[in-house]
Nanobody, 122 residues
Framework: QVRLVESGGGLVQPGGSLRLSCGAS????????MGWYRQVPGKQRELVAA???????NYADSVKGRFTISRDSAKNTVYLQMNSLQPEDTAVYYC????????????????WGQGTQVTVSS
């Protein structure tokens, strides 16, 4: 069993900053492709930023230059530093992992956290 738990969401004024954290726990040997997605009601979940399996990063065009994804591999944790936040960034932000190799050496795909609300409003 693997769990992804997000923290750090909240209410912030336009132009402000927030830092999201996502820690993975459980029977993890290695975890791959961690990243962040977001979703607003009535719309599809969209990629915000993520690490590829090779270690490079992908960002949505709308957040390039404002958001930065980082990680602490030793702690199986990924972060999202969000600067210059705008009302259109308001969404539920979800942590995601493409796949996990468990300590029993089985591969399990597509893990999601429970989500954390980010609201940008004055």
């Amino acid at each position: 069993q693997v769990r992804l738990v997000e923290s750090g969401g909240g209410l912030v004024q336009p132009g402000g900053s927030l830092r999201l954290s996502c820690g993975a726990s459980g029977m993890i040997f290695s975890i791959h492709g961690m990243g962040w997605y977001r979703q607003v009601p009535g719309k599809q979940r969209e990629l915000v930023a993520a690490f590829t399996d090779g270690g490079s990063t992908n960002y949505a065009d709308s957040v390039k230059g404002r958001f930065t994804i980082s990680r602490d591999s030793a702690k199986n944790t990924v972060y999202l530093q969000m600067n210059s936040l705008q009302p259109e960034d308001t969404a539920v932000y979800y942590c995601h992992a493409d796949w996990v190799m468990t300590i029993t050496r089985s591969r399990e795909n597509d893990y999601w956290g429970q989500g954390t609300q980010v609201t940008v409003s004055s």
